[in-house]
């Protein structure tokens, strides 16, 4: 009697050991690490400013806003393109040599045809419009990024801490195993398979350490931080569809807009720009004359521009084509991605619901094994698939929590939504 109370109480003590920590008190994950240092953990915006600050994207945004300050610029300008200066030198010493001179100076100063200004003007508008929306549309993209990463690190760092739970649960199994081996309850070979999944456990703890690590480095080389944000859970957002506000679409339909003016730009410029000319001449006729000086004013219309621009239109007219094909089929893509965010949302809840009885009864079905297998009612490898099972649960339940705060993530991010 005295001993089957000995064997109750060490199973007690097992079953305390294997589960390493209460399942009640596992069900919420902690949002973030503590203080180090006396610093608080960053926030998730804090940590979304840090990876937009080391985005290599901002050089292309800054060229594009470049670009954008240069087309306002030729918007407002007084001439529809670059002046030219001509001089002019005549002279008669090379045929009858009456000494004719002649020296001409004028300025050549293209001027906007009707609608051409305008047309500048509009590109230039829809050109800011496209870099802003490019901006939010790249602030959303990196959103997404950090968002993938932070809990790809919250999912490494949950399976290293099962992973540890695990080893130290089979470790103790172990050591209850070699210590009824040495009474003559079990034999050598039930050591030996306990040694076995022992060493099984320890290599699957190493294995998550070094998954640990790598999610780490992914974080840290898109963020430059170490630490997790101290809140990193989110909640739904109320948006249920694609608004013409999303970031990305915004950014598409500005595209378009912007490839639009271009094309109504170059069809502008095709008519070319007339050159008002205005100089002076400086002349005399022969030998001994005195010279005359006078005013010039002329006018230099182009004509027949269209047969030389043909080439140059069909060029943006296929940008136009390809940016509204674009648009168009990022509709669709977004309109996916928001029914398999949905979709998906669902179905890990659900998933999450089933995990959370499977595991209270897998835990109390460990809890009885180990009751049965401490008093001999139960052989090593019965038990041991009872606690593989158990672990199997207890893991199913943590990462499912995890991932249904992704899930949850990957929905904002398809409805266009910052943390």
């Known amino acids: 009697m005295l001993q089957f109370v000995c064997m109750l109480l060490g199973a007690v003590v097992l079953t305390g050991t ?46 594009q806003r470049t670009q954008a300050q240069a087309l306002t610029a030729h918007g407002d300008r007084l001439l529809g393109d670059v002046p ?16 004719l001179r002649e020296y001409d100076a004028a300025v050549e100063l293209p001027l906007w045809r009707w609608g051409q200004r305008h047309a500048a003007q509009a590109v230039a508008t829809h ?25 790809e690190v919250a999912l490494r760092q949950n399976n290293l801490v099962l992973a540890r739970q695990e080893w130290q649960a089979t470790e103790a199994t172990e050591r209850d195993v070699a210590k009824r081996v ?3 309850e079990l034999a050598q070979t039930d050591l ?20 640990v ?23 739904v957002s109320e948006r249920a569809t694609i608004v013409a506000e999303h970031p990305l679409l915004a950014q598409a339909q ?75 089929q990022l509709v669709r893509e977004l309109g996916l991605a928001l029914h398999e965010a949905e979709h998906n949302l669902e179905t890990t809840q659900a998933a999450l619901d089933i995990a959370v009885e499977q595991n209270q009864i897998a835990q109390e079905h460990l809890r009885l094994a180990k009751i049965a297998f401490s008093v001999g009612e139960f052989d090593l490898v019965g038990f041991l698939r009872v606690q593989n099972i158990a672990f199997a ?27």
């Open 18 to 63: 294997a589960l390493a920590a209460d399942p009640a008190e596992q069900k919420s994950m902690p949002e973030a690490d503590t203080h180090r240092g006396g610093q608080p953990p960053p926030t998730l915006q804090e940590v979304l400013a840090a990876a937009l600050h080391r985005s290599p994207y901002q050089q292309v945004l800054e060229a």
């Open 84 to 99: 030219a200066l001509a001089l002019l030198y005549r002279t008669d010493q090379v045929g009858s040599d009456d000494g």
């Open 127 to 151: 050109a800011t419009q496209l870099l802003a929306g490019s901006e939010e549309a790249w602030r959303l993209t990196v959103a997404g990024e950090v968002r993938e990463s932070i809990w």
């Open 182 to 184: 040495g009474l003559g």
């Open 192 to 211: 030996m398979l306990a040694r076995t999944d022992t060493l099984t456990r320890k290599g699957a703890y190493l294995r998550a350490e070094a998954e």
């Open 213 to 235: 690590l790598h999610a780490q480095q992914r974080y840290a080389t898109l963020t430059g931080l170490e630490r997790l944000p101290r809140k990193r859970g989110e909640q």
């Open 254 to 328: 500005a595209g378009v807009a912007e490839a639009r003016a271009r094309l109504d730009a170059i069809r502008q410029k095709a008519t070319g720009n007339p050159q008002l000319l205005l100089g002076g001449k400086h002349e005399r006729a022969a030998i001994g004359e005195d010279y005359n000086d006078s005013l010039q004013l002329g006018l230099r219309l182009p004509f027949g521009t269209h047969a030389y621009s043909g080439a140059d239109i069909a060029a943006v007219q296929r940008d136009y084509a390809e940016a509204a094909a674009e648009r168009d």
């Open 393 to 419: 649960a207890q893991r199913s339940e943590q990462e499912l929590r995890i991932m249904r705060q992704l899930a949850v993530a990957r929905y904002n991010q398809a409805v266009g939504i910052l943390p």
